[in-house]
């Protein structure tokens, strides 16, 4: 686990690996870099035989992820732009598909991709100052990498039409209310929470606990397997609409983003 990574740090104590997604001045923004960092410290994990545990979180106090690198949008038509929902939503299904149970610990704003990747979490603990949210609408685009799919299964479809079709962020005393979150802890405690949880994991038999995440994912695989299909689909449409550049030139230029 020597690797120098750019936008991430990948770290071990003990038997828990720690994926920390590194670009705070940019809120942790996901960009293709993190991406493919983010990529190859999943396999790692995986592969490693020590690692028994996995917990994401964001460097800094203000993020755990602000989403997908919306500077990225402009350069997307509908073709690259499914190529774009496929490729995030697989390095997603790798945390699902993990042998390994995988923590996030939401230390700040989860918006966009960033609430995508916790979702994919088997466990979403929060700080007290955690906004979670899919402000896609915003920018006349669709969540791409599974918050469509995996949002419902979570908090149901009437709570996810809320968040999704009106664009609305929740705190995480909200969060948790509806299931979003499994704990709210206050910021300083969230590193400590997150290793006691960890920890616990760990002390499973890791046959066990890999047999019962799959288990447990069974309920969804088949629907989520054809539903990330259709949200690649519709996601890639909207960048065919004039009203999508327009979004997020709009975005990008005037910073209608304080609204979130
Ligand atoms: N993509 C690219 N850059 C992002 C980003 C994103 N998703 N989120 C934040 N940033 C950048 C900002 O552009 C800014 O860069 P700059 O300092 O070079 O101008 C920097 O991160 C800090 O963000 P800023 O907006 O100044 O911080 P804030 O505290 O005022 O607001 C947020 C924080 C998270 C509310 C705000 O950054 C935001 O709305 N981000 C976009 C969230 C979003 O729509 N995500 C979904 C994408 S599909």
Redesign the pocket.
Known sequence: MSKTYTTIKLTKQQQTAWITLNRP???N???ATMRHELSEALDKTEQDNNVRCVIVTGEGD??FC??????E?QQLTQETAAEFSRKGQQIFSKIEASSKPVVAAING?A????LELALACDFRLASDNA?LG???M??G?I?GWGATQRLPWTVGVAAAKRMILLGDSVNATEALKMGLVDKVVPQNQLKAEAVELAQRLCGWSPAALKQAKAAVNSVTKTFLESGLRKETDLFALLFSEKETQKRIQS??GQ?N??E?
């Open positions: 001045k940019k809120m923004a996901i960009n203000k993020a602000a989403g997908a690198d919306i500077t949008f704003y918006l966009g991709g960033g906004t899919l402000p896609e915003k920018l685009i969540p975005f990008l910073g983003k304080k979130i």
